[in-house]
């Protein structure tokens, strides 16, 4: 099972957080949104299909490839029953098991300021396009 999301990139992408990275609708972020890695996005936590919900909220393993271009990174986390999924702006990928409505994943073993810099770099630019692939593993 699996779900793909498109973003921009912003002037202000800096990819610093230690603990989360996010995905928003929202079309301008300030600079110390250190956390957003991309705007613009045709999806949030509302629009995901009800049936990768429930495997989200089953606990599934799930990887994260975020990519621009010819940069990728990959992301692995895990959902979690306490997941809402109900945000209709942002999707929030958690280090740590806190849960909101914008949490898709919690555990996740990088955050924003482990990503390739290569990529947040590119990130930078409102012309980059990313895509984000959420697949369920296993």
Do not use: Q, W
Request: charged share 40%.
């Amino acid at each position: 099972m699996e779900v793909r999301i498109r973003a921009r990139g912003h002037e202000n992408v800096t990819g610093r957080h230690g603990s989360t990275f996010e995905i928003t609708r929202e079309p301008e972020i300030g600079p110390t949104a250190d956390c957003i890695i991309g705007v613009r996005a045709d999806r949030a936590c509302a629009d995901l299909p009800e049936g990768f919900k429930r495997a989200l909220r089953s606990g599934a393993r799930v990887e994260v490839e975020l990519r621009s271009g010819d940069l990728r990174d990959r992301v692995v986390g895990r959902g979690d029953p306490r997941l809402k999924l109900s945000d209709e702006v942002s999707m929030v990928f958690r280090r740590s098991d806190y849960v909101d409505e914008r949490t898709v994943l919690v555990r996740c073993d990088k955050a924003a300021r482990d990503l390739d810099r290569r990529l947040v770099r590119r990130l930078r630019d409102p012309d980059a396009v990313l895509e984000v692939r959420l697949r369920v593993l296993g």
